[in-house]
């Protein structure tokens, strides 16, 4: 299974747009890229995903580089709820579902 | 709809005990999963389940950790004996697609904070 990078942590203010990074460099044709996210003492939620094109829905747009090594999830306009543990999961196709999940970046967003 | 459901919430036991977990998925999910969660690490997949027949168990500890799903529904996960390495909060998780390309979507539960002292 290809494997993701992300940074450990990041501060973002409220009210504006909170752009995470992640790199997947041995992402393979066939794979997805996942975006969950993890409030405290709650269980994993599903944001966005995508394969080769940008994707947008009502909680977050997700763009994709053209060579898919690399893709940037985008919060417009972040709230003090979206403090949360952000995990970018690459998945393999025909793999019954299975997500392969890694640290994560910590999000907090501070007033 | 009903989310994923979870019991207990917590569950504090000594080591070499023994407990169970207990999930209902949400109605219509044909495939459910169980996930370990360490603290500060991300959720390990220990089974998934396809209906009633188990997909996948390669990470599950087989030599203390079980599980079953009954009818196709309900699932309980079973630790015997607990290690103090067991402390980790134990996720369910229902999805209505599997298997091929395409979407597919991970429900979660709020899962069950297992402390083993």
Same mark, same amino acid.
């Given at each position: 299974?290809a #494997? ?9 203010? =409220? ?9 997947? /460099?041995?992402? /393979? ?9 993890? *409030?405290? /003492? $709650?269980?994993?939620?599903? *944001? ?9 829905? =009502?909680?977050?747009?997700? *763009?994709?580089?053209e060579? &898919?090594?690399?893709?940037t999830?985008?919060l ?9 543990v ?26 | ?10 569950k504090?036991?000594?080591?070499r $005990? /023994? ?8 109605s ?15 959720? #390990?997949?220990? *089974?998934q %389940? ?11 500890p087989?030599? &203390?950790?079980?599980? =079953?799903?009954? #009818? ?6 079973k630790i015997q ?15 209505? &697609?599997?298997?091929g ?6 429900? %979660? ?9």
């Open positions: 299974d #494997k993701t990078t992300q940074p450990p942590s990041m501060d973002c203010a =409220e009210g504006r747009a909170a752009n995470l990074p992640c790199n997947h /460099s041995t992402i /393979s044709g066939n794979e997805y890229v996942y975006w969950y996210r993890q *409030i405290h /003492s $709650q269980g994993p939620q599903y *944001i966005i995903h995508g394969l080769k094109n940008n994707e947008t829905n =009502e909680m977050a747009s997700l *763009i994709i580089t060579d &898919r090594k690399s893709s999830l985008i417009p306009h972040a709230t003090l709820r979206d403090t949360a952000y995990y970018c999961i690459v998945r393999v196709a025909n793999s019954w579902g299975k997500l392969q999940f890694g640290a994560g970046t910590q999000v907090v967003v501070t007033p | 709809e009903a989310g994923v459901a979870q019991s207990p919430r917590y504090i036991i000594e080591k $005990q /023994s407990v169970a977990f207990w999930c209902n998925p949400i219509g999910h044909a495939t459910l999963y169980w996930y370990q969660q360490i603290l500060g690490q991300g959720p #390990k997949l220990l *089974i %389940f396809q209906n009633n027949g188990v997909v996948d168990d390669s990470q599950l087989k030599d &203390r950790f079980s599980a =079953e799903r009954l #009818k196709g529904v309900d699932s309980t996960l004996p607990a290690k103090l390495e067991d402390s980790a909060v134990y996720l369910c998780a229902s999805s209505s &697609r599997t298997s390309g395409g979407s597919y979507e991970q429900y %979660f539960g709020p899962g069950t904070r297992l402390t083993v002292t």
